[in-house]
């Protein structure tokens, strides 16, 4: 798959040691790609993503329509998201479809088959008076 690619050949061109060893490319239903790489930080609370950092250039450039996104290690192997982002792929692109490593086979999966039960906040609206 083309996005499996593009985010090997980013794993390939941006690894830094203990500063980047994931990395994210996604297509938005425009068409348009964009990446992301891992951001380590001494401080593990500040770490952002691969996915993040994709996410945050689609919506920068106003296009969050996410149709397909995909992680990949270092090494180049494809791994799913974790659950942070997961929720951030959801709440900005509910039909985004990641692409995920299954038993040696790549298939395309729902964003929402990864996130059974998700909050929303809609769902509890405030009803303090």
């Known amino acids: ?49 691969a996915e993040s950092v994709a996410v945050g250039a689609a919506a920068t450039s106003g296009d969050t329509h996410i149709k397909t996104i995909v992680a990949v290690t270092e090494s180049g192997d494809v791994v799913p998201p974790c659950g942070m982002c997961r929720e951030l792929v959801y709440d900005y692109a509910p039909n985004a479809k990641f692409i995920l490593n299954h038993n040696g086979e790549y298939v395309l999966v729902p964003v929402a088959e990864l996130l059974p039960r998700k909050y929303r906040s809609k769902d509890y609206p405030n009803r303090r008076t």
């Open 1 to 49: 798959m083309e996005l499996i690619e593009k985010a090997r050949q980013l794993a390939q061109e941006r690894y830094v040691k203990g500063k980047h060893h994931m990395f994210c490319v996604l297509e938005t239903e425009s068409g348009q790609i964009f990446s992301g790489a891992h951001v380590e930080a001494n401080n593990g609370r500040i770490t952002l993503c």
